[in-house]
């Protein structure tokens, strides 16, 4: 039995998608070409908007689309990419973890740097500088001592 066919605003609509995300898809390997009919429209076979589905919610777990592209690679030759697909899930939960003590750590550092801040503006005439920003400088003498010093990994920008 054959596979219905899609033209690509059908697939585009039903997956949610823009026509032109389906052909960079197409163009990184992510979707296979599709046939074209007589009048050169792309036809693309139905199981292509479950591909695409896949495809988004990946992309919402942090998966890269060079990622998927190697894993549907492997998937289209008649591979089984399952390892290495919950080899990359787990290293994307890491990096979330990783996150999550990175910003815990900021939201301290930020919490007491409004608290001292807090205090400066506190002291400060209305109209006058509070030297906030400056009050950052790690060389001040505030800084050395200030609630306010940068952990490792965070920049100051």
């Not at 589905?53 to 777990?61: A, E, G, K, N, T």
């Not at 994307?92 to 503006?121: F, G, N």
């Amino acid at each position: 039995m054959d596979e219905k066919m899609l033209r690509s605003g059908e697939l585009a609509r039903l997956a949610q998608v823009s026509t032109d995300l389906l052909r960079h898809y197409e163009r990184i390997g992510i979707v296979p070409s599709p046939q074209r009919a007589s009048n050169g429209y792309r036809q693309y076979p139905e199981s292509t908007l479950s591909r695409v589905r896949i495809v988004r919610r990946s992309l919402s777990l942090g998966f890269s689309l060079p990622e998927l592209a190697r894993i549907f690679a492997v998937r289209d030759r008649g591979g089984a990419p399952c390892r290495s697909v919950r080899a990359l899930a787990e290293e994307k939960l890491r990096q979330v973890e990783r996150s999550l003590v990175e910003l815990r750590t900021l939201r301290r550092q930020l919490r007491k740097t409004l608290s001292h801040w807090d205090k400066r503006l506190a002291k400060t005439p209305t109209g006058q500088r509070a030297e906030l920003l400056s009050s950052l400088d790690e060389n001040s003498a505030e800084g050395k001592s200030g609630p306010h010093k940068l952990k490792k990994g965070f920049s100051r920008k």
